[in-house]
């Protein structure tokens, strides 16, 4: 159990740094060689104390190196093991969402915000923590909420040109606009600087 925490603690040491893939190989490397124990309760004690966390720190390094499907995978798994982990259900909103997802993502953050209201942080670290990751989940579900209302408008309108046109037009204004970056300040209008949603600095502070 300490040489894995050691070795979470590098990979860490290494996302901080953005060498996102060498910390993915050692967070890797430790799900590996973890030894669940022969007991029940060793079992659940890993867990909780180095799966869950490597696995959606490892979830992390996926979504900055845009391998969104393994982010997923890798949050399925953190879920599996505590269906409240606010860090598995963020990330895999955010991979969701950038996969164009749309209603999965808005499902896993509503999730997430749920967990946070139900089950409180632990820590002031924990709370700085979902506080932020609070902001940024707001700001994606204002912008599919939003998109959502106005592909609705436009296909009512749509309905409604076709009992008057033939051949209505409509089709060539159903065109979306462009997935916005992962930057919040393209998603709304910026708010004294506090929205940095998929920034890899605010990325990085949520490690575990």
């Not at 900055?64 to 259900?89: H, K, M, T, W």
């Not at 164009?100 to 209201?117: G, I, T, V």
């Amino acid at each position: 159990m300490d040489w894995a925490l050691q070795l979470k603690d590098h990979a860490n040491s290494l996302y901080h740094n953005q060498k996102f893939r060498e910390a993915a190989k050692v967070y890797t490397d430790c799900l590996v060689a973890l030894d669940f124990g022969e007991t029940e309760e060793e079992s659940r004690e890993t867990q909780v104390m180095l799966q869950l966390p490597v696995t959606t720190n490892l979830a992390a390094c996926m979504i900055e190196q845009g391998s969104y499907a393994r982010c997923i995978e890798l949050c399925n798994i953190a879920v599996g093991i505590d269906p409240r982990c606010v860090r598995a259900l963020y990330r895999r909103g955010v991979a969701h969402y950038r996969r164009h997802e749309h209603e999965e993502a808005r499902a896993d953050f509503e999730s997430a915000q749920q967990s946070m209201k139900c089950f409180p942080a632990s820590s002031g670290s924990e709370q700085t923590a979902y506080d932020d990751m609070d902001r940024r989940m707001t700001v994606y579900l204002n912008y599919i909420r939003r998109k959502k209302a106005e592909h609705k408008q436009m296909f009512a309108k749509a309905f409604q040109a076709s009992h008057y046109d033939d051949k209505p037009d409509w089709q060539q204004k159903m065109d979306p606009s462009p997935l916005p970056s992962d930057s919040d300040e393209d998603l709304e209008p910026p708010a004294a600087g506090i929205f940095s949603c998929c920034s890899r600095r605010a990325t990085r502070k949520k490690l575990v």
